[in-house]
């Protein structure tokens, strides 16, 4: 599904992701761990299309797709989410009209008709229900003063809503304390399927605890330096990045 | 201070119509004396000239080399002509005014209690003598000389007074309506008095709208809030598109009351908000919020002093302006904390969104404080929309274009939902926010 071959890419002319390669098939869950300033967010910001991030070698495929030639519009609606670290506040912007807006903009995509405001709020409900949130946060402003669990929960309800292909969760888990911690990881799950692959950022080995990764990477300096199964998550818990930061 | 050519032109054209004015109209005694007060200090304060400090971000040349003929109101008004400006829930409680004139026939003051008093100004002087020494000093105190014009012309001044302790559970509407002209262009000086007594409490809403085009609407409307009195208010600009609107309101709030306005414009050729606050006693409060959405070449103005005049009295000031194409917006706010007025709290903020090169939105908050324990802040920014905010919508699937939309709507909406009356905030949501939608698409 994803395709990552010698990707280098970076921030305003610093090279931060030097020379990674990955591959995602249907059903896989895969992390990537690694200390901070590893390029972890960078890596999830390059496949999202963030204008201030840029690749400057290597290549991606998607579907067998060119990334590089998808708006990060077109990369939604082909199926990427990206769940953000830092969720933004649009304050002005209603919350479930935003989601159906988003939700109407992938049924166009899909050549299906678009749902009226009573026949999406059905359909909101239910996904509400999935992420154990507040009816309430309906009629909010987008993020705007959210708290930082409720802020990742909106991030897995968008998830929920819009269904995609690939999701790449950046530090879903940071902020949450145990019990966000796993009404998100429950609907992650839940929305997970054999079809659907999902890449999961990650600082601390926490969040796999409650969605189990097929594979882990270890991402340190831009590279990734080690791949193993789920038991890696709880060695590095045991070891640190220590061994990882040092070596280079 | 001397003028150009221009403006000393304008000044003498001025006071030219003044004379026709007195000749054509007989106003009573005591009116004839605020309309001769008013010329005289017009003829202090001369037609502003270009460096003007209170015209820092708009050129009145245009103005004075322009000739209005005065104008007190237009029969050939009907019902049907106000219906359509009528808010929902405003039926039975709308005043109306046409070029400055009130118009009984045309309004509807059945929905509202007893306790609610439309004088004129004949009779409210007759039964107040605090209402026309108010007046006099302020129009003998008046530093804007567009208000002073307006001083000079009034030739009406309905005074909505509400009782001790009432309160209306209906909105009162009052509807400025300017016919304007299909040849030479018009001047109309509407002008009107709210007297709040203690403990008393109103919404209002203020509407500016015009059948055609080719006026200038300059008007005043003073409040007064006695003790406890609280006024919601809501003032609607939504004038011709080649009108010039000039309004001045000035406010003067007693102990413990409260003034909590928002103020929506459509813009104009040019429109200018002047609003002259007094927190004259502990304890008052004053709440401004500004809105303007404008594009082509329109332009929206606010002038706005607020004097803290007395200790632990509070003041929070937003205002939002959204500029396209070529048309410009100002906010030249000044916030004075006098000596003695220890514990006030005042904030002010000026956002501005600027989606075009050619469009222009300037700023000049200012802060004077005389006293030593305050706490006062303010703030400016001028910005496009948020990329960080472009981007998250973008990842969720929204084309550039409306993500664009909706994060222009979000910059207004945000400000549209502290307006209390929701038939007002629908139909702005229909004027300011379609505009935004007609902006990309």
Same mark, same amino acid.
């Not at chain 1, 390059?46 to 990060?72: C, E, M, R």
């Not at chain 2, 245009?62 to 104008?71: D, G, I, K, M, P």
């Not at chain 2, 409680?93 to 309004?107: A, F, K, T």
């Given at each position: 599904?994803?395709?990552?071959?010698? %990707?280098?890419?970076?921030?305003?002319?610093?090279?931060?992701?030097?020379?990674?390669?990955?591959?995602?098939?249907?059903?896989?869950?895969?992390?990537?761990?690694?200390?901070?300033?590893?390029?972890?967010?960078?890596?999830?910001?390059?496949?999202?299309?963030?204008?201030?991030?840029?690749?400057?070698?290597?290549?991606?495929?998607?579907?067998?797709?060119?990334?590089?030639? %998808?708006?990060?519009?077109?990369?939604?609606?082909?199926?990427?989410?990206?769940?953000?670290?830092?969720?933004?506040?649009?304050?002005? +912007?209603?919350?479930?009209?935003?989601?159906?807006?988003?939700?109407?903009?992938?049924?166009?995509?899909?050549?299906?008709?678009? +749902?009226?405001?009573?026949?999406?709020?059905?359909? %909101? #409900?239910?996904?509400?229900?999935?992420?154990?949130? #507040?009816?309430?946060?309906?009629?909010?402003?987008?993020?705007?003063?959210?708290?930082?669990?409720?802020?990742?929960?909106?991030?897995?309800?968008?998830?929920? +809503? %819009?269904?995609?292909?690939?999701?790449?969760? #950046?530090?879903?888990?940071?902020?949450?304390?145990?019990?966000?911690?796993?009404?998100?990881?429950?609907?992650?799950?839940?929305?997970?399927?054999?079809?659907?692959?999902?890449?999961?950022?990650?600082?601390?080995?926490?969040?796999?605890?409650?969605?189990?990764?097929?594979?882990?990477?270890?991402?340190?300096?831009?590279?990734? +330096?080690?791949?193993?199964?789920?038991?890696?998550?709880?060695?590095?818990?045991?070891?640190?990045?220590?061994?990882?930061?040092?070596?280079? | 201070?001397?003028?150009?050519?221009?403006?000393?032109?304008?000044?003498?054209?001025?006071?030219?119509?003044?004379?026709?004015?007195?000749?054509?109209?007989?106003?009573?005694?005591?009116?004839?004396?605020?309309?001769?007060?008013?010329?005289?200090?017009?003829?202090?304060?001369?037609?502003?000239?270009?460096?003007?400090?209170?015209?820092?971000?708009?050129?009145?040349?245009?103005?004075?080399?322009?000739?209005?003929?005065?104008?007190?109101?237009?029969?050939?008004?009907?019902?049907?002509?106000?219906?359509?400006?009528?808010?929902?829930?405003?039926?039975?409680?709308?005043?109306?005014?046409?070029?400055?004139?009130?118009?009984?026939?045309?309004?509807?003051?059945?929905?509202?209690?007893?306790?609610?008093?439309?004088?004129?100004?004949?009779?409210?002087?007759?039964?107040?003598?605090?209402?026309?020494?108010?007046?006099?000093?302020?129009?003998?105190?008046?530093?804007? !000389?567009?208000?002073?014009?307006?001083?000079?012309?009034?030739?009406?001044?309905?005074?909505?007074? =509400? !009782?001790?302790?009432?309160?209306?559970?209906?909105?009162?509407?009052?509807?400025?309506?300017?016919?304007?002209?299909?040849?030479?262009?018009?001047?109309?000086?509407?002008?009107?008095?709210?007297?709040?007594?203690?403990?008393?409490?109103?919404?209002? =809403?203020?509407?500016?709208?015009?059948?055609?085009?080719?006026?200038?609407?300059?008007?005043?409307?003073?409040?007064?809030?006695?003790?406890?009195?609280?006024?919601?208010?809501?003032?609607?600009?939504?004038?011709?598109?080649?009108?010039?609107?000039?309004?001045?309101?000035?406010?003067?709030?007693?102990?413990?009351?409260?003034?909590?306005?928002?103020?929506?414009?459509?813009?104009?050729?040019?429109?200018?908000?002047?609003?002259?606050?007094?927190?004259?006693?502990?304890?008052?409060?004053?709440?401004?919020?500004?809105?303007?959405?404008?594009?082509?070449?329109?332009?929206?103005?606010?002038? =706005?002093?607020?004097?803290?005049?007395?200790?632990?009295?509070?003041? /929070?000031?937003?205002?939002? /302006?959204?500029?396209?194409?070529?048309?410009?917006?100002?906010?030249?706010?000044?916030?004075?904390?006098?000596?003695?007025?220890?514990?006030?709290?005042?904030?002010?903020?000026?956002?501005?969104?600027?989606?075009?090169?050619?469009?222009?939105?300037?700023?000049?908050?200012?802060?004077?404080?005389?006293?030593?324990?305050?706490?006062?802040?303010?703030? /400016?920014?001028?910005?496009?929309?948020?990329?960080?905010?472009?981007?998250?919508?973008?990842?969720?699937?929204?084309?550039?274009?409306?993500?664009?939309?909706?994060?222009?709507?979000?910059?207004? !909406?945000?400000?549209?939902?502290? =307006?209390?009356?929701?038939?007002?905030?629908?139909?702005?949501?229909?004027?300011?926010?379609?505009?935004?939608?007609?902006?990309?698409?």
């Amino acid at each position: 599904m994803l395709e990552i071959k010698d %990707l280098h890419a970076g921030f305003e002319g610093t090279e931060i992701v030097k020379g990674v390669s990955l591959s995602i098939k249907a059903g896989e869950i895969h992390a990537i761990m690694g200390p901070n300033g590893s390029g972890k967010s960078t890596l999830a910001k390059v496949l999202a299309g963030h204008p201030s991030y840029t690749a400057t070698q290597g290549s991606i495929t998607y579907n067998g797709k060119n990334l590089y030639d %998808l708006s990060t519009e077109q990369r939604a609606l082909e199926g990427i989410f990206l769940g953000f670290q830092y969720p933004v506040e649009i304050p002005g +912007v209603n919350n479930a009209e935003f989601l159906r807006m988003a939700y109407n903009a992938k049924r166009v995509h899909l050549g299906l008709e678009e +749902v009226d405001p009573l026949d999406f709020d059905e359909i %909101l #409900d239910g996904k509400m229900k999935l992420v154990e949130m #507040d009816p309430k946060y309906k009629d909010r402003f987008l993020n705007d003063g959210f708290s930082g669990g409720e802020k990742k929960k909106n991030e897995i309800l968008q998830m929920a +809503v %819009l269904e995609p292909q690939l999701a790449v969760l #950046d530090e879903t888990d940071s902020g949450l304390d145990i019990d966000a911690l796993r009404i998100v990881a429950n609907g992650v799950n839940k929305l997970f399927d054999k079809d659907k692959a999902l890449l999961v950022i990650t600082h601390y080995q926490r969040l796999l605890e409650y969605i189990q990764p097929h594979f882990v990477h270890v991402l340190s300096h831009g590279k990734i +330096v080690e791949t193993g199964g789920k038991e890696l998550a709880h060695d590095l818990e045991k070891r640190g990045y220590d061994q990882y930061v040092t070596a280079n | 201070m001397p003028g150009s050519v221009a403006e000393i032109t304008a000044e003498a054209a001025v006071l030219e119509s003044h004379k026709k004015f007195l000749r054509s109209t007989s106003p009573f005694p005591r009116l004839l004396a605020l309309n001769t007060a008013g010329i005289r200090q017009f003829e202090q304060l001369g037609f502003p000239h270009r460096k003007h400090e209170m015209f820092t971000f708009l050129s009145t040349r245009e103005l004075a080399a322009t000739l209005f003929e005065y104008r007190t109101g237009n029969d050939d008004v009907s019902r049907d002509c106000v219906a359509g400006q009528v808010y929902k829930g405003c039926e039975n409680s709308c005043i109306v005014l046409v070029d400055g004139q009130y118009r009984p026939e045309l309004s509807d003051t059945s929905g509202l209690p007893s306790a609610f008093g439309i004088l004129s100004i004949e009779d409210a002087v007759a039964a107040d003598s605090g209402i026309e020494n108010y007046l006099k000093e302020s129009i003998g105190g008046e530093n804007d !000389a567009f208000a002073a014009i307006n001083s000079a012309f009034f030739s009406q001044c309905p005074v909505i007074r =509400i !009782a001790a302790d009432a309160r209306c559970a209906v909105p009162l509407q009052v509807l400025h309506l300017s016919t304007g002209s299909a040849a030479d262009p018009v001047m109309t000086a509407p002008r009107l008095l709210f007297h709040a007594a203690p403990g008393a409490e109103i919404k209002l =809403i203020v509407k500016y709208a015009g059948l055609r085009d080719n006026y200038f609407v300059n008007s005043v409307q003073d409040f007064i809030l006695e003790r406890d009195a609280c006024v919601t208010f809501t003032q609607v600009q939504e004038d011709a598109g080649n009108a010039r609107h000039f309004s001045k309101n000035r406010i003067v709030l007693r102990r413990d009351s409260r003034f909590m306005a928002a103020n929506a414009s459509s813009g104009s050729r040019l429109t200018r908000h002047h609003y002259d606050v007094h927190l004259n006693e502990s304890g008052a409060e004053l709440r401004l919020n500004g809105l303007s959405v404008l594009r082509g070449e329109e332009q929206v103005h606010n002038y =706005i002093k607020v004097v803290h005049a007395a200790p632990q009295c509070t003041s /929070n000031q937003v205002f939002k /302006n959204i500029v396209n194409d070529k048309s410009r917006s100002s906010v030249d706010g000044t916030v004075v904390v006098e000596k003695d007025s220890q514990l006030t709290v005042s904030d002010q903020l000026i956002n501005n969104l600027v989606l075009s090169d050619d469009a222009r939105a300037d700023s000049k908050p200012n802060l004077m404080i005389h006293a030593d324990d305050v706490k006062c802040t303010h703030g /400016n920014t001028v910005g496009q929309v948020d990329e960080e905010q472009l981007f998250y919508l973008k990842t969720r699937g929204l084309p550039q274009e409306a993500a664009q939309t909706l994060l222009t709507k979000s910059f207004a !909406a945000s400000l549209l939902q502290t =307006i209390e009356f929701a038939s007002v905030r629908n139909d702005l949501a229909n004027t300011l926010l379609k505009k935004l939608e007609a902006n990309h698409a």
